[in-house]
């Protein structure tokens, strides 16, 4: 499978994590005040494998564990494939039928796409060696012909954005807390290794949730490794989510490993106000949300109007504005 990823990284990839001084300030603030989590990060159970630990599935045993990827049982569509749930036997892998054994996600790339192509390579290089309880789990995957297949655990509680902007009542600010806390880990566990990885597509689709709101980072078909030693950053083309990539990355396709922590800042202001970073249906001035609430983030008064009012009660405005106050 093309590059070797692990050896390029250390075996202590998790003492790091993100420091203050990486995060946008708005963004520093919350995880200082909200995860007390200096001391959890340096415990952070990730690890690197040493080689990839995989199946290797047939497509007829995808075939086999979708239903033959019958309309039923699509998940979603992404940008480049549909996603399946699929049952496969906890312990050998073997498909099985529905509701018994375990559910997977079996996500199919389209067979035309060199993007989807590089994607599936890129997930399985990445996802192939890197361990941690905030990325999502690759199974295993399949090559056969012009098929190129993905087995990824299932998230029974979907994703961030469903959760934030498609259900009708309010998510819960615990909730919303505990998920960035979660995803602040995993990004930390990827910008901790000596090489670092980034993942640069952070959005509130790429944030998916186990039964227990845990989240799982999911995606990594876009991940790079970062700089090598003395280098700042890597050139590389500019490919990511409109709204959430870091400006000066779509400016000049210089990726640094703080380009992550700006699309954090991002999902973390969808959080707080509940409302997606681009919006067109919005008044004028309002539909990129970073440069319509910027200006405000700076006032305390201020802050407390862009809160999310659906969840007006569930926190102490003291506490909110405390973690943004710069
Ligand atoms: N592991 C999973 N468990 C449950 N549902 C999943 C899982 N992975 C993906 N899905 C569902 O399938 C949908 C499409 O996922 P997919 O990763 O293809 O889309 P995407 O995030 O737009 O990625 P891309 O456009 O890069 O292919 C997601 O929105 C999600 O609802």
């Known amino acids: 499978m093309g590059l070797c990823i692990s050896s390029l990284f250390s075996s202590s990839p998790s003492k790091t994590g993100l420091h203050s001084h990486d995060l946008p300030s708005n963004s520093s603030q919350f995880l200082e005040a909200a995860s007390e989590s200096s001391r959890e990060i340096i415990t952070d159970p990730g690890k690197i494998l040493e080689s990839p630990n995989l199946k290797v599935f047939s497509f007829l045993e995808l075939a086999r564990a979708t239903k033959n990827f019958r309309q039923e049982s699509m998940l979603g569509e992404g940008g480049f494939g549909r996603v399946y749930r699929g049952w496969i036997h906890a312990e050998t892998l073997a498909p099985c039928v529905a509701s018994s054994g375990m559910t997977v996600a079996v996500k199919r790339l389209n067979s035309e796409s060199f993007q989807g192509f590089e994607e599936w390579r890129t997930a399985i290089n990445f996802l192939g060696v890197l361990s941690h309880p905030n990325l999502v789990k690759l199974l295993g995957y399949c090559r056969e012909d012009k098929e190129h297949l993905l087995v990824y655990e299932f998230m029974p509680k979907g994703s961030l954005d469903y959760h934030l902007f498609k259900r009708k009542e309010p998510f819960?600010?615990?909730?919303?807390?505990?998920?960035?806390?979660?995803?602040?880990?995993?990004?930390?566990?990827?910008?901790?290794?000596?090489?670092?990885?980034?993942?640069?597509d952070f959005n509130s689709s790429r944030i998916l949730?186990?039964?227990?709101?845990?989240?799982?980072?999911?995606?990594?078909?876009?991940?790079?490794?970062?700089?090598?030693?003395?280098?700042?950053?890597?050139?590389?083309?500019?490919?990511?989510?409109?709204?959430?990539?870091?400006?000066?990355?779509?400016?000049t396709g210089h990726l640094y490993v703080k380009s992550d922590v700006y699309s954090f800042g991002v999902v973390l202001l969808e959080v707080m106000t509940g409302l997606r970073v681009l919006d067109a249906k919005r008044p004028q001035g309002q539909a990129n949300l970073v440069d319509w609430l910027r200006p405000k983030l700076s006032s305390k008064h201020k802050m407390n109007q862009i809160m999310d009012k659906g969840i007006e009660g569930q926190y102490s405005s003291k506490v909110a504005i405390q973690k943004w106050d710069v």
């Open 172 to 200: 819960p600010w615990d909730l919303r807390i505990k998920i960035m806390i979660g995803a602040a880990r995993g990004l930390a566990f990827l910008h901790g290794s000596q090489r670092q990885v980034i993942y640069r």
């Open 209 to 251: 949730l186990d039964s227990n709101y845990e989240v799982k980072i999911s995606g990594f078909g876009l991940a790079k490794l970062g700089p090598s030693q003395g280098n700042s950053h890597v050139t590389t083309r500019v490919m990511g989510t409109g709204g959430y990539a870091a400006p000066e990355y779509m400016a």
